[in-house]
């Protein structure tokens, strides 16, 4: 009998998972009964399409977007490079995993407050999203150049490879799972983090104001509108991010070969 | 040419290597016989730098090359693509394919990842590596694990010709195999 990978869920039943959630949540907006507590699903969509047309809408969405993909990609190499000099020296790994652990301690907010106290807000989405995610970047990277196959490591000694060849030949493969790992839960949190930095420090023309619009108006229905972008942004970012490392993955084989 | 000077080496303080000596000249092979565990590997990774001698010398060429116990290949790049990388000069795809043929892997789809292919196969993949790069040491450590009977003499023919010129050191447990080299012995 053929062994079934249970890691693959398929579409069809994430579709139907989809489904299920939206029944729960049209039922709770109905036991419910006011749209300023729990709006209904459909209610959310005629938002969403009222938004979309608009010009500002995009213009919103692309100020929040740069500042947290900027954040995250600056994250992964500063990340990666960090764990990679940590694995080639002792001294530096220590120093490092102390300072990772540290930035990885410190609530957000305070984070947020003291980036607000030295600089003005306009690109505090930027630095917590960075902050949030090079850690995750390190330990990640960091755990992958520690599994690195020492036989190797020796062939390459033997056969001469050059710098570039061990990073890519060698390096790379092993770092691979890793990074993907790191870029999952990475885009994640910095969208997280990134659009809190927004509400508390309120950058003109990003989503985390309108956010805050959408609580002092009491509009249930924004609200839910722009969670729903957000959801899909880190969606979208995340599986492009996952496209980009599996695709240079396969350049540098295609490469090789 | 290879040469140890009463070269002593060992692991958390237990002796693996005591007061070594050989040498090994330009086109001759050095033939490491023993049990398992009288450090055969060990003084071939010694021979390789990738140890350092508790006491004695060791003089080695600077380029070298190796068959290890295990095959080291990377096993998401080709058989092409792994001859290639332990190369050290220019190859096209049909100078290192037509040296695959000569071990029997003509069939061998140059498009599959090494990971994909039989222990015998990859095992024909590290030789040929190892015996093409222009190197004046090559280690051959059990070179012939996994290979079949019907295409050893085949590839024994091969190694034999490429060795031709270089220091080599070999290690075999199969005493025929190593008497078709000719080797100078060293008992460990």
């Not at chain 1, 060849?165 to 885009?187: C, E, K, N």
């Not at chain 2, 010694?46 to 380029?63: F, Y």
């Not at chain 2, 394919?97 to 599959?112: C, P, Q, S, Y």
């Not at chain 2, 051959?140 to 996994?146: A, I, N």
């Amino acid at each position: 009998m053929a062994v079934k990978d249970k890691k693959r869920t398929g579409v069809v039943p994430t579709l139907v998972s989809v489904v299920i959630l939206l029944v729960i949540w049209q039922i709770a907006a109905l036991v419910v009964g006011q749209d300023i507590i729990l709006v209904a699903p459909a209610q959310v969509v005629t938002t969403l399409i009222a938004l979309v047309p608009e010009g500002s809408f995009w213009a919103t969405i692309a100020a929040s977007l740069v500042r947290i993909v900027v954040g995250f990609l600056v994250a992964f190499v500063v990340g990666t490079l960090t764990a990679w000099l940590a694995s080639v020296n002792r001294w530096l790994g220590a120093f490092m995993s102390t300072t990772m652990r540290l930035i990885r301690s410190i609530p957000v907010v305070s984070f947020i407050i003291l980036l607000l106290i030295w600089a003005n807000s306009t690109y505090l989405s930027l630095w917590v999203s960075f902050l949030m995610v090079v850690p995750v970047v390190f330990s990640n990277a960091e755990e992958g150049f520690a599994n690195r196959d020492i036989k190797l490591v020796q062939m390459a000694q033997v056969f001469g490879f050059s710098a570039g060849q061990r990073w890519w030949a060698i390096a790379v493969p092993t770092l691979m799972p890793y990074l993907i790992a790191a870029t999952r839960v990475g885009f994640g949190l910095a969208w997280k983090a990134g659009i809190s930095a927004e509400v508390i420090g309120m950058p003109r023309g990003s989503i985390g104001e309108r956010l805050y619009q959408a609580k002092v108006y009491l509009s249930t229905a924004d609200l839910f509108a722009w969670t729903a972008v957000i959801v899909a942004l880190s969606y979208i970012c995340e599986k492009l991010a996952l496209w980009g490392l599996r695709g240079t993955q396969a350049g540098l084989k295609r490469y090789a070969s | 040419m290879i040469q140890f000077h009463n070269v002593s080496f060992s692991y958390a303080s237990v002796p693996v290597v005591d007061d070594l000596t050989f040498e090994c000249a330009d086109g001759g092979v050095v033939w490491l016989a023993g049990d398992n565990g009288t450090g055969k590997s060990t003084t071939v990774h010694l021979a390789l730098r990738l140890l350092n001698p508790n006491r004695g010398q060791i003089e080695s060429p600077s380029a070298m090359s190796a068959v290890f116990q295990e095959d080291r290949l990377c096993e998401h790049l080709t058989a092409v693509a792994n001859i290639r990388l332990g190369l050290g000069r220019k190859a096209t795809n049909q100078e290192i394919l037509a040296e695959l043929e000569r071990v029997g892997l003509a069939e061998l789809d140059a498009g599959r990842p090494v990971g994909q292919l039989s222990g015998g196969q990859r095992r024909r993949v590290a030789l040929v590596r190892a015996l093409l790069r222009p190197a004046g040491l090559t280690c051959l450590d059990e070179p012939y694990t996994g290979i079949d009977e019907a295409s050893l003499d085949q590839v024994i023919a091969y190694t034999q010709e490429r060795i031709t010129g270089k220091s080599v050191i070999l290690v075999c447990h199969d005493t025929d195999i190593a008497e078709r080299f000719n080797p100078y012995v060293v008992r460990m």
